[in-house]
C-alpha cells in the first residue's frame, strides 16, 4: 500500500479496491505455504511445487500466475523462481526476513477484519483470544515475535540514523520484545549497554537472540508489567510501537512513567504511525483500525496528543520527525 488512493471514480476502480483484499490474501497464502522459502535458489515447474508444498492442484496455476503478476514471482523457462524483493525479505532464516509479520496477520488480522462491521457496532475487538492466550501458546507467542522482528529489522537501521544515540551510555526499550531493536542499536554503539523491558515470558527469546548477536555482556532483559512494576533508568528510553495498544490514558501514564525513566541529559524516543495529514495517512488509518480489532482500547493518535503528553510530564525540547515511510519519530529533553 502506497499511502495513496485508488482511483474510486468509476465502477472499474471501486471494483478494483473492493477486490484488494484478495490479492493480499494471495501473499499470505504463500507466506504460509512457505513457497518463496522453498523456491529460494532452486526455481521449479508447478508440478514440482505441487508435490514439495503437498497441493492438490487445482487452481495452482492461476495462484502462481497471480503471484507472478503482482511481482512476487518470475517465469524461468516452464518453471517459477522468487522476484527480487520476495527472495530478500520472504525467504526463512534471510536475516531480512519480514514472513513473521505476514503470519500473524494472516492469523490474527484477516479473521478480525472479517468482522469490522461487528467492531463499529460494538466498540469491542474482534481478534480471537487476547494476548493471555498469545503468552500461554509458545507457537503463537513465536509467531508474534517474529511479527515484531519483521517491523523493528525495518526501523532499526531508520532509527539509528535519525537520532544520534553517542554520548549516551544507557538505552532502554520499554516493551522491546525479545530486544530486536534495541541489539541493533546496541551493536551500532559500542559504547552503549541496553536493557529490555517486557513481560517475563519474552526472556527466554531474549537469551537466544542476544546469544545469537553476541551481545549477551551489553544487553539485559528486566521481566515486568509497566503499568505495576516501576522501569529501569537510562539515559534513553525508547518507547516504540507501545503507545497505539492503549487508550488515550494509558498513553498518558506510560509517557509519563518512561519520562521518569530517563536520567539527567537524556531522552525520551516515541514512534508510531501516528495519524497526521500526508502521504501516509492511508497506511496509519489502516494500522489504526488493526488496533480497534485487536485490542481494549488501542488506536494511533495524532503527534500533537502525546507531545501535550511528554510536556504535562516535564519534557521543554520536543521535536518530531517522520521515520521511515510510515511511522513519527517524537524526541523529548527536558531543557
Known amino acids: 500500500m502506497t499511502g495513496i488512493a485508488p482511483d474510486v471514480t468509476t465502477p472499474t476502480g471501486l471494483i478494483r479496491l473492493c477486490n484488494a483484499f484478495c490479492e493480499a490474501k494471495a501473499l499470505l497464502t504463500a507466506v504460509e505455504l512457505d513457497l518463496f522459502t522453498v523456491l529460494h535458489d532452486n526455481p521449479a515447474t508447478e508440478e514440482e511445487l505441487r508435490e514439495r508444498l503437498g497441493l492438490h492442484g487445482r487452481g495452482l496455476r492461476d495462484f502462481l500466475h497471480l503471484l507472478t503478476a503482482l511481482g512476487l514471482l518470475e517465469r524461468q523457462g516452464d518453471g517459477f523462481r522468487n522476484a527480487a524483493g520476495a527472495d530478500q525479505y520472504l525467504v526463512r532464516e534471510q536475516p531480512t526476513y519480514i514472513g513473521g509479520f505476514m503470519r500473524r496477520t494472516n492469523d490474527n488480522l484477516y479473521p478480525a477484519w472479517g468482522k469490522l462491521s461487528e467492531a463499529l457496532r460494538t466498540g469491542e475487538p474482534q481478534a480471537k483470544g487476547d494476548f493471555q492466550d498469545v503468552l500461554r501458546d509458545p507457537k503463537i507467542l513465536g509467531r508474534f515475535i517474529h511479527m515484531m522482528d519483521a517491523l523493528t529489522q525495518v526501523l532499526g537501521p531508520q532509527l539509528i540514523e535519525a537520532f544520534d544515540f553517542s554520548g549516551h551510555a544507557t538505552l532502554l526499550d520499554v516493551g522491546g520484545c525479545r530486544g530486536n531493536l534495541a541489539g541493533q542499536i546496541t551493536k551500532a554503539h559500542p559504547d552503549l549497554t541496553g536493557t529490555v523491558f517486557d513481560l517475563p515470558q519474552m526472556e527466554p527469546f531474549f537469551d537466544e537472540h542476544m546469544a545469537g548477536l553476541g551481545l549477551t555482556e551489553r544487553?539485559?532483559?528486566?521481566?515486568?508489567?509497566?503499568?505495576?512494576?516501576?522501569?529501569?533508568?537510562?539515559?534513553?528510553?525508547?518507547?516504540?510501537?507501545?503507545?497505539?495498544?492503549?487508550?488515550?490514558?494509558?498513553?498518558?501514564?506510560?509517557?509519563?512513567?518512561?519520562?521518569?525513566?530517563?536520567?539527567?541529559?537524556?531522552?525520551?524516543?516515541?514512534?508510531?504511525?501516528?495519524?497526521?495529514?500526508?502521504?501516509?495517512?492511508?497506511?496509519?488509518?489502516?494500522?489504526?483500525?488493526?488496533?480497534?480489532?485487536?485490542?481494549?482500547?488501542?488506536?494511533?493518535?495524532?503527534?500533537?496528543?502525546?507531545?501535550?503528553?511528554?510536556?504535562?510530564?516535564?519534557f521543554t525540547a520536543l521535536e518530531h520527525r517522520p521515520l521511515g515511510d510510515f511511522d513519527t519519530l517524537l524526541v523529548c529533553r527536558r531543557g
Open 219 to 314: 544487553m539485559s532483559f528486566h521481566g515486568g508489567d509497566f503499568f505495576k512494576d516501576p522501569l529501569p533508568r537510562a539515559d534513553v528510553v525508547v518507547l516504540g510501537h507501545v503507545l497505539h495498544d492503549y487508550d488515550e490514558e494509558s498513553r498518558r501514564f506510560l509517557v509519563e512513567k518512561a519520562g521518569a525513566a530517563v536520567k539527567p541529559g537524556g531522552a525520551l524516543v516515541i514512534y508510531d504511525r501516528m495519524l497526521d495529514e500526508g502521504p501516509a495517512l492511508i497506511e496509519n488509518l489502516v494500522i489504526s483500525l488493526d488496533m480497534m480489532l485487536v485490542t481494549e482500547g488501542g488506536s494511533e493518535y495524532p503527534v500533537e496528543e502525546v507531545r501535550q503528553h511528554a510536556a504535562a510530564a516535564g
